[in-house]
């Protein structure tokens, strides 16, 4: 065999033979390389502390809106905590396929009024997100919450399997978990809890709320329910944290089912401090704050001060 | 109208029920607008159970099997009546799954088989197209005595019950795999391209939530052999399957519009039979089957010497060399009784052995709003639709889960998706009541009438946290969506590893409250076998499989 044609019927055998043998070495051993989305809070959500307000306001008025605005007024106005060309995320609870009335969910006439006056403020984006329980698009359409936000102009977002990302929440229970990107690439963030019962910690108001911006199996939570409901609100620390006490959900908490379950109080709170805002919340529900464990927790953790009274409060009538 | 300017009617006719009806499988999703002030129930914009509605078999079938004829399968009417007077136009000219075994019979194969003379005597009437009418006697026979199995084979629940259980559910699956790989790349064309074509799909297809099924690996392979099988026999299934062809084909018995051969213009050049739908023998010389004729109008469009003409009373007259046409089935009387005789003989079968209320599993937890399951089983056509627009994926298709008799109906399956207790879509899209429609009273309850039962739920104290490892748990309570909770709490003492006392709240059901809607099994945090489950006792639609003496309402 002449070695021209040797080479001829050999080369491409030999082609072949190196292109598998590097693409052996170069992907050998190799860590398993990861695929997940990482997200990182794009800003500190809180504004500096204030002496001239209170660190709690309250406000009762049948209007809803009407409470809001004179519960906010008091605590130094929208203008303190939303500027101009801003985002801000809003994170009402709505976890459940219920209606208004039943109290499971934050009142919608709050969540319109809340996304008004954002705009009002200068906000450049106001979005409205939950990681609901039930199906997110039965509770954003039943809970009201939906046609409340859009028209005010708000951008509604279901939680969608590509928004979520791993984030180091960097809690002692709470590490690396799946949380919804719409909550963290915001400038300013705004919790809307609704006052309701709950068996396991006794309440869910302000920062139990949180539990809506993660994805993932959170209903291991509840094993260590407490210490992760601290960890979640020193991760998040809301700018403003709204407490819709307009209706209250005193049991079969934390969905009710029957307007039996549910006390009209008339009464919006306004908080620069989650724990403040819990503590007040949790009385409504006939509870000693001081005897519940994640508000207890939260305020020696330093994530906010129970004692809200001598914080400054105020009560609007 | 010239015959090809018919044939490209009939064309066009073909397209436009095809994705009337793969339109309308689409919409039967959770795709609504609704405010919860104007209305307490959700209801779909589209009845998207209409295509199945104009179906004459499932009609027949669920007349026979329940003595009614539910709601909208009056519809079918629209399609009988004229088959009677024209024959199967329906097969040629409006059935999907004919269309689309048409168009997969098509397109060019390089095999010699469906070529030249090999498909010119494969397009003959062959014996094989028989076992439709057997099939058709069959599933007959078995109505007659309550058990509907018609639907397994039925076109449109077929179609339906194919397209919505395993085509979407894989392309969706295929379209996102195919889009993180291109993004894996690292490729920014190519990840840029996935991407965009990604959003298309995902504004004009995709769902929000794409639902999986149970199992469904049997009904995509049925449904790819059915498909596939087009290419060695012309329309294999509309040909020699189709039970729902055959009673077209019975009911064209007395047609007053058929084909008219003209023997002496024929010049014998094979057309008609090279391009022939239906396997009738359209060709001069051999006796036309009205009963196989999907009146394609192909042959006579092809026809070159204007030999063949579709006709009002045509003229069959039998010559030697061109016997007459013929609207007789091609099936003995002997062979139709032995038939429904099988038919009739299958359902004591299938019941037989344990009592038949005895025999299904524990975990046959039927829809909100089931008939009981004999009644059940008169009326499920197995079309899927409440399957797929169950907004939790909660409801699949049975394997073995209500015996052989049930294959493919509908069940929950909690782990995978609860029954939202506010939902009453499944009802609203059964096409022939198997699942009742509910209003939103009937389904929640109110003063007077008890919520709608699916079952009840249990603990499994050796997996549940609280009971079994002296951990806080009770997202099974939270989850309760009744109100009072039919989950109840008792604080108690359990011992940890290292001997301490804990106080934990360990889980109870009250069974007179539970409505076994299945969150809390949905949402046990003990992910591979949950440490509640639901079972079907205590279902509001059977009198017999009940726990409790009396219940409170």
């Known amino acids: 065999m002449e070695r021209r044609d040797f080479l001829k019927k050999t080369g491409p055998a030999v082609a072949l033979a190196a292109v598998s043998g590097t693409t052996g070495l170069t992907f050998h051993n190799r860590e398993p390389t990861a695929r997940r989305t990482v997200l990182s809070k794009t800003a500190s959500f809180e504004v500096p502390p204030d002496s001239n307000f209170p660190i709690l306001t309250s406000a009762r008025n049948e209007d809803p809106a009407a409470a809001l605005n004179a519960a906010l007024e008091g605590i130094g106005g929208i203008g303190r905590f939303v500027k101009t060309g801003e985002r801000v995320v809003v994170k009402p609870n709505v976890g459940w396929d219920r209606s208004p009335a039943q109290g499971a969910n934050t009142n919608p006439a709050l969540v319109s009024e809340m996304v008004r006056l954002c705009f009002g403020a200068g906000a450049a984006q106001v979005t409205v997100s939950d990681v609901s329980c039930n199906d997110p698009r039965r509770s954003f359409l039943r809970s009201g919450v939906r046609e409340a936000a859009e028209s005010a102009g708000a951008e509604v977002k279901l939680p969608a399997e590509e928004d979520y990302g791993e984030i180091d929440l960097g809690g002692s229970v709470l590490r690396e978990w799946e949380v919804l990107r719409h909550f963290v690439e915001a400038d300013r963030f705004i919790n809307m809890p609704v006052i309701k019962h709950h068996n396991l910690t006794l309440c869910t108001i302000g920062m139990k709320n949180l539990y809506g911006i993660l994805g993932g199996r959170r209903n291991r939570l509840h094993q260590e329910i407490e210490q992760s409901i601290v960890d979640l609100a020193a991760f998040t620390r809301p700018t403003l944290t709204v407490v819709d006490g307009t209706r209250v959900l005193f049991r079969s908490g934390p969905q009710g089912g029957s307007l039996d379950d549910v006390r009209i109080e008339n009464t919006v709170l306004c908080s620069t401090d989650q724990v403040a805002a819990d503590a007040r919340g949790a009385e409504f529900l006939g509870l000693d704050p001081d005897r519940v464990g994640h508000i207890v927790l939260a305020d020696r953790a330093g994530v906010g001060t129970l004692d809200y009274q001598a914080a400054g409060y105020k009560e609007i009538i | 109208m010239t015959i090809r300017t018919a044939r490209n009617l009939r064309r066009a006719s073909q397209v436009t029920f095809f994705f009337i009806f793969i339109w309308l499988v689409l919409k039967t999703t959770f795709d609504v607008d609704f405010n919860p002030a104007e209305v307490s129930e959700i209801q779909l914009p589209y009845p998207v159970s209409i295509a199945l509605e104009f179906d004459p078999l499932t009609a027949l079938m669920t007349l026979l099997a329940s003595g009614s004829l539910y709601k909208g399968l009056l519809w079918s009417l629209v399609i009988l009546v004229p088959t009677i007077f024209m024959g199967r136009f329906f097969c040629g000219w409006i059935c999907p799954f004919g269309t689309l075994n048409h168009w997969m019979s098509a397109f060019k194969s390089e095999r010699k088989e469906r070529k030249g003379k090999r498909l010119l005597d494969s397009n003959r009437y062959k014996p094989y197209q028989r076992i439709k009418y057997y099939i058709f006697f069959f599933v007959t026979g078995a109505a007659l005595l309550g058990s509907l199995q018609a639907g397994l084979l039925d076109p449109l629940p077929l179609l339906a019950r194919s397209i919505g259980t395993a085509v979407l559910p894989t392309l969706h699956t295929g379209a996102l795999a195919m889009t993180a790989a291109a993004r894996n790349t690292g490729i920014t064309p190519i990840a840029a391209v996935a991407g965009g ?304 006392e804990v106080r934990v709240q360990r889980p109870r059901v009250d069974p007179a409250l539970c409505t076994g809607c299945g969150a809390c099994e949905y949402a046990c945090p003990v992910f591979d076998k949950k440490a509640v489950y639901v079972t079907s006792v205590g279902e509001s639609r059977s009198e017999t499989n009940q726990l409790l003496l009396e219940r409170a309402t």
Not at chain 2, 285 to 311: I, M, T, V, Y
Not at chain 2, 323 to 349: F, I, M, N, Y
């Open chain 2, 197 to 500: 074509i990604y959003d298309v799909l995902d504004v004009a297809v995709l769902p929000y939530r794409q639902a999986h099924f149970h199992g469904v690996l049997l009904i995509g392979v049925l449904f790819a052999s059915i498909l596939l099988l087009n290419r060695v026999f012309t329309r294999f299934w509309c040909r020699g399957i189709c039970p729902l062809g055959a009673m077209l084909g019975v009911f064209s018995r007395f047609a007053i519009f058929g084909l008219q051969k003209d023997e002496e213009a024929c010049g014998g050049c094979n057309k008609c039979l090279l391009n022939c739908q239906g396997g009738d023998n359209p060709i001069v010389g051999s006796k036309w089957r009205q009963s196989e004729c999907h009146l394609c109008l192909n042959c006579e469009a092809s026809c070159p010497d204007g030999a063949l003409h579709f006709r009002f009373f045509p003229q069959q007259e039998d010559t030697r060399e061109n016997p007459a046409g013929t609207a007789e089935v091609d099936v003995t009387r002997r062979k139709v009784v032995g038939s429904l005789a099988a038919g009739v003989v299958a359902v004591p079968l299938f019941r037989s052995g344990d009592a038949f209320e005895v025999k299904r599993s524990a975990f046959l937890i039927r829809p909100p709003g089931s008939l009981p399951e004999n009644n059940f089983l008169e009326r499920c056509i197995r079309c899927g639709q409440c399957m797929r627009v169950c907004p939790n994926n909660a409801l699949h298709p049975t394997i073995l889960e209500s015996g052989f008799e049930g294959l493919w109906t509908p069940y929950m399956i909690p782990k995978i998706g609860y029954c939202e207790p506010t939902c009453t879509l499944c009802g609203q899209v059964c096409p022939t009541g198997a699942i009742q429609e509910l209003s939103f009273e009937e389904k929640v309850g109110d003063d007077d009438t008890p919520p709608m039962r699916m079952g009840t739920a249990f603990f499994d104290r050796g997996r549940c946290l609280p009971w079994a490892m002296a951990t806080p748990c009770i997202v099974c309570e939270e989850w309760c969506p009744v109100s009072p909770k039919a989950i109840y709490l008792r604080e108690e003492t359990a011992i940890d590893i290292d001997g301490n």
